[in-house]
Nanobody, 125 residues
Framework: QVQLVESGGGLVQAGGSLRLSCAAS????????MGWLRQAPGKEREFVAS????????YYADSVKGRFTISRDNAKNTVYLQMNSLKPEDTAVYYCAADFAPSRFQIPTNKFASWGQGTQVTVSS
């Protein structure tokens, strides 16, 4: 099964940008759809964005449309989440997950084929 490791989180001021990376490894890792989800303290996990295996289909939560961009580079076995115009409300632990259909990530309570350990994103006022 695919193994995932997130990186790129950190502290940024409101209006700034961060680029998260999710490195995938394991047999057939390039065949998976990938998604980003996030969870703030005391809150339920929520969907952020997802992308299919080829990169031709993407989904975004309404709260991040126009600000976040998900992409993947299969040659590097890496999925990215470019986050621009960050708001304090974006503060959360961001998780990378893998599954077989990008639409499955829109229901964050679903079980996924694999997921990473998370990376903290903190946006200050």
């Amino acid at each position: 099964q695919v193994q995932l490791v997130e990186s790129g989180g950190g502290l940024v001021q409101a209006g700034g940008s961060l680029r998260l990376s999710c490195a995938a490894s394991g047999r057939t890792s390039s065949s998976y759809a990938m998604g980003w989800l996030r969870q703030a303290p005391g809150k339920e996990r929520e969907f952020v964005a997802s992308i299919n295996w080829s990169g031709g289909i993407t989904y975004y939560a309404d709260s991040v449309k126009g600000r976040f961009t998900i992409s993947r580079d299969n040659a590097k076995n890496t999925v990215y989440l470019q986050m621009n115009s960050l708001k304090p409300e974006d503060t959360a632990v961001y998780y990378c997950a893998a599954d077989f259909a990008p639409s499955r990530f829109q229901i964050p309570t679903n079980k996924f084929a694999s997921w990473g350990q998370g990376t903290q994103v903190t946006v200050s006022s």
